[in-house]
């Protein structure tokens, strides 16, 4: 190869690197050039040598390791990390310039990419065609006993001929080759699947596969590796090599690692899945109104939370009737042990028992109001204020219940609510008083400036509910607030001239 | 005698978007060597650099240097009756109270003259000295603007600090704190994806987000931005206009409750 034409190649390699972010690695070098692989190599380290800052430079590292019994390893390793890997072989070992490219690309099956588009265009041109895909010509290893066959008919008998040793170096056994020609169609449609499965063929590949593989030195490896090594090291290099040596050879996969992985994934998801998933389904069923509830517990204290959710599951269909049988004493006691636990505000409690059957009788009343009132809220939504009205009113109602149920206790208290939901079906639900105010104004927060004003002058609950939940009540506020700390003089803010002098 | 002829000319509207927040007026300075402008806001707390070589222009002539003094909300108000491939074409005299700016459409079917007044500004022009800075991360822009984003929503200062760990951005409010930390990340599909953190010591600065959200005005101009941070020294917020120049702005730390604060 001429000085010259070394020269084109390079100002090629960089442009594909620089302008094209194409991966260019030895093996699409040697290809598109017809150069031998070892011609290849050299001009990327050449390439490397003379344009290589700013670029990335992926090695591949192979030789023994220092581990015993001691494995034969080859890895993929970017410039920033060989010395480091280099200190894991013992005695020589190779390194060699793969690719060189822009960055290393985030899915590292995206290094081969090029190469492979470009074996499979390879591939796809007529068998009458002569590329260097139809023989092993750049293989190091050459066995003169094989014949080229540009024609793609296969005859096993060529491989005794002796006479004829073609142009260039040959190197695997006609047999080898028989399988490739013969199989080319089904390969082709393999090569269809992305790298990232393939990746996952060759990892499964059995040992006695890879061997032969090994034994039989393919045209693509100037290392000779058994590809069975590689399933110790990393994602990389599996994921690399295999992608392309299943596509060349259309070996078919064995399933050996492949279930136990999956059934491992498996137990996984389900590890992860299951404790979330009682308290996700109570939250789906109830549509709109559950989902608001759902937020309001979260603000509540951390460790009543799950027993909460459970208590106000009610499925739409049996809502109602739950509902009107059910004192609000029955949930309480779900929620007791945890109550007891956890939270000293939660204490007073226990005092609901006590009042429960005052309660009920209040009950009935209020939320008769309640559904006239939200039904008309529910029926205009669009319009605030209604809703203000609605709200406001009802907030009176609030502080009475409260007191009849829990005087000590002013920041939970249970109440029976019923409305009108946006599919037109009633529903009644106990709640904790401050938790159904938040539930609203979550409904409403497109007015909630408005209702925050409407609100909070006139009633305990309402001012109880925004202390526990700032990040709804004040969140307007704060805003404003730091838009204004950006206008007014901050005293702490450095001037610039200070720094720079002028000139 | 000043002709400038930009046939990007969408790099110029950008340009104008990215600075006419910051600074109402400023002047324009034209030499041989390119278009360059500094300004600072009128709180003197931000200063934004400007420079587009002459290079990158497909015809520059400048006969003699020139200080142009414009409003930018009008420059902007002109420029923006550009279309997005124009080719843009400033002229001016010398001495004259006038800038013109010629608008091309792509197939030269369609030419417009843009006439603008200038005005006379005095403008304090600071020398900023090279230094070295502590810490630079390069990130895509979009990333960084974002996190002022999403960090002015929260708090009204940012801290940044840059540690080996990477770099961090914290803020806090009343509602609450909030804190992203990004580590360095070279490995990514495009080059400008990368997270790039260069330090040489860890430090550690508190800024006005409200400014930082006005930089990242800039951010349709280049994928990636460049910051710079010194302990003594205001940060250094850079993004390249194409191959032609860059946009830099440069914003005061603030103080440190224990030192003196200047009235």
Redesign the interface.
Known sequence: MTHTETLNVLDEIESLVSDQ?QVVSYKWLSRNFSLSSKTAKGLLKDFVEKHGKGL?VVYTVSGWLKNKPSDYHTMFVASSKLPEVEKEFKGTYLVHIYSVQ??????PA?IWNAEFVQAEELFRQPSATDNCLRDNRFCAFSNSFVKRIVEGTTENGMARRTESVGTTVQSKSSFQKGTVLSNQGKRFQNSSLNAGHQANSETNATPAQNQSAKSSSDKEKSFPVPANKKNGQGEKSVTGTGGLLKNMWGRVPVKTEDDSTTVEVKSHIADHSEAPKPSHDANNKGGSDDEARDVNFKRAPKNDNRKRKVIFDFSDDEFEDVISLVSPSSPKVNSLPDVELSSKDSGPEKHDADVSLERKSDEPEVSEEDRQKTASIDASTTSSMEKIQGIGSEAQANPSKGRITAPSSPKRKKVLKSRIDDRGREITEVVWEETETNAKKKEDTDTSKKLNDGKSANTVNRAVAQKKS??MG??A???A???K??NVK?????????????? | MLELRLVQGSLLKKVLESIKDLVNDANFDCSSTGFSLQA?DS?????VSLLLRSEGFEHYRCDRNLSMGMNLGNMSKMLRCAGNDDIITIKADDGGDTVTFMFESPTQDKIADFEMKLMDIDS??????DAEYHSIVRMPSNEFSRICKDLS?I??TVVISVTKEGVKFSTA????TANIVLRQN??????ED?IVIEMNEPVSL?F?L?YMNSFTKATPLSDTVTISLSSE??VVVEYKVAEMGYIRY????????EKD??P
Not at chain 1, 102 to 107: E, G, H, L, T, V
Not at chain 1, 491 to 499: D, R, V
Not at chain 2, 186 to 191: A, H, L, S
């Open positions: 972010l990335e822009a960055s290393i690309p985030m899915d995206a700032p990040a004040n969140a506020a704060t805003k607030g730091s838009k700390g950006g901050d005293h702490k803010q450095g001037n610039i001239m200070s720094f720079f002098k002028r000139v | 600072m709180s003197h707390v931000a200063l304090e022009h600071l020398g900023i000295p929503t708090g009204d409010g009343d509602i609450g070279t490995t990514v599909d495009k080059p990368a508190s006005a409200r020294l205001p440069y914003l005061a730390p603030k103080i440190e409750e604060t200047k």
